[in-house]
């Protein structure tokens, strides 16, 4: 079996369904992505199929709807304080927008994390330990985790697990020429669902997971707690948990990151409005909203927005959405931790901190956790 797509809770696997080279899990039924892709696979169950059929419905740009992306955008601009979900920043041209802030003089999130991993990976892999299953949450393209792949000691297995399938299946191809001695197993899911660690052909002594690039910023406190635990109850007694983390600093740093000089970020913000133009047909002026930061440091947040610049009316599958001047829509949080706070809210998740490593100027920080439950 190559592949497997569903939308079913990871539970309702049978076992011997699981070491396939792809599973795929969502959490909506109806997405044309997941449906073109599906038709790519050479097997699949045939129960698993019916839930995911696209959804042909009167669009001009395309033949289907993503349901969940709808539902959350109709459900987050009806709210008393509009608000949109961050993780929709991430279409083609968001993700292509994203590239490009990595790369920004003004955000140091990426490079400084990569110059933390690149001094101190030998370091990391012996903290992680040998014969491990690595899940790694967000994997992307893959290539900046191949150092710590390299520098792991008898690496079992390989586990990428991304929202989006367009890299994924093509860099596990890719890995495994690479690392024949790895079972490479991509999982299509949305990491802040629960799921169970694939079946390997050889057992790993432990399973470990890497959460680089600071994105548990991006959930609130309590949501972040939430996923911790149930990391650590995915990867069961002695996991690790490797995790960057963005650091609090002065606050003009912080803000600069986020608003960019070349204006790359408020493109990747305004990009979010487009999207809902092209995909779920809205028409909205997006040259009347414009990109709001705020850094509150006394929690230690960035809070991202789109403000209307005008009285005005947005209309998304026939329901309208009204914005008055200088109304702000929510559309993402970016948390900066200490690292005592970070440790603090990993310790009711039963991880504790065995190692973590920052740059010289203490902007970023990785993390090394164990679940030290028994
Ligand atoms: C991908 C969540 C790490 O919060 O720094 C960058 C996203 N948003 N610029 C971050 C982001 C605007 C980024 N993370």
Redesign the pocket.
């Known amino acids: 079996m190559d592949l497997i797509t569903t939308n079913l809770p990871a539970e309702a696997f049978p076992s011997s369904t699981i070491s396939a080279k792809a599973v795929i899990i969502t959490n909506h039924s109806h997405s044309i992505r997941q449906g073109s892709f599906l038709r790519q696979a050479s097997i699949y169950p045939h129960y698993l199929t019916d839930a995911f059929l696209s959804y042909p419905i009167q669009q001009p740009e395309s033949k289907s709807i993503n349901h969940a992306f709808l539902k959350d955008v109709l459900v987050g601009l009806s709210q008393p304080k509009k608000e949109l979900n ?1 993780k929709y ?1 991430y279409d083609e041209r968001g993700s292509d927008l ?1 590239d490009q ?2 790369q920004l003089d003004e ?1 140091y ?1 990426t490079r400084t994390e990569q110059m933390i991993m690149d001094r101190h990976v030998d370091e990391m892999a012996y903290q992680i330990g040998t014969g491990a299953m690595l899940v790694e949450f ?1 994997s992307g393209s893959s290539i900046k985790t191949r150092t710590l792949i390299e520098a792991l000691d008898s690496l079992v297995a390989y586990v990428p697990v991304d929202i989006s399938e367009d890299h994924l299946l093509k860099t596990a191809d890719d890995l495994r020429q690479r690392y024949p001695d790895v079972e490479v197993l991509p999982m299509v899911a949305d990491f802040t669902r629960e799921f169970q660690l694939p079946k390997t052909v050889r057992t790993p002594s432990h399973a470990a997971v890497y959460f680089p ?3 548990i ?2 959930f609130p406190a309590d949501q972040a707690a939430q996923m911790l635990s149930m990391i650590a109850r995915v990867l069961g007694p002695q996991g690790g948990l490797l995790i960057g983390i ?1 650091l609090q600093k002065e606050p003009s740093i912080i803000k600069a ?2 608003d960019d000089s070349r204006n790359i ?1 408020a493109e ?2 305004l990009n979010l409005l487009h999207r809902i133009n092209r995909q779920l047909g809205g028409n909205f002026n997006v040259d009347q909203f414009r990109h709001h930061v705020e850094y509150d440091s006394n929690i230690g947040r ?1 809070e ?1 927005y789109l403000v209307s610049t005008h009285d005005q009316t947005a209309t998304i599958q026939g329901q309208e959405f009204h914005f008055g001047i200088g109304e702000a829509v929510f559309t ?3 948390h900066k931790y200490t690292i005592e706070g970070f440790s603090q809210m990993a310790a009711a998740a039963e991880f504790s901190l065995h190692k973590h490593w920052t740059d010289p100027e203490r902007q970023f920080a990785v993390l090394h956790l164990v679940n030290e439950r028994c």
């Open positions: 961050c920043f994203f802030i990595c955000y999130l967000g690039g600071s994105t910023g991006n963005d990151a986020y970020t990747f913000n960035v991202i993402e949080h970016s």
